[in-house]
């Protein structure tokens, strides 16, 4: 198991940037396709962007051309860079582990989470 942990949220304004953050203990992280999902209140967790060990990478049509997913084996951390957020993108973000298989947005698939960082954009 690889423990996560996820930081760089906050408040910014539409059209604003951050990065996310998703930090990971455990000698094997370079073995883990890591992705991160997000879940606004009232609605399902939804798929954003996964990498994997290789780098091959996946993205959520809806951030597609906003949001690079990216990481770092040395440093074990996985990145979201966000771009010209909206205000539709606020949400809890969730960074997740998975050691075997294929590239998936499905959450189920993912047996490691961390506990979430909050995004809020202001319109």
């Known amino acids: 198991q690889v423990q996560l942990v996820e930081s760089g949220g906050g408040l910014v304004q539409a059209g604003g940037s951050l990065r996310l953050s998703c930090a990971a203990s455990?000698?094997?992280?370079?073995?883990?396709?890591i992705a991160w999902f997000r879940q606004a209140p009232g609605k399902e967790r939804e798929f954003v962007a996964a990498?994997?060990?290789?780098?091959?990478?996946d993205t959520a049509d809806s951030v597609k051309r906003r949001f690079t997913i990216s990481r770092d084996n040395d440093k074990n951390t996985v990145y979201l860079q966000m771009n010209s957020l909206k205000f539709e993108d606020t949400a809890v973000y969730f960074c997740a582990a998975k050691q075997f298989g294929a590239l998936t947005p499905l959450p189920n698939e993912y047996r490691s989470w961390g506990q979430g960082t909050q995004v809020t954009v202001s319109s």
């Open positions: 455990g000698r094997v992280f370079r073995s883990y396709t």
């Open positions: 990498i994997s060990w290789g780098g091959a990478t």
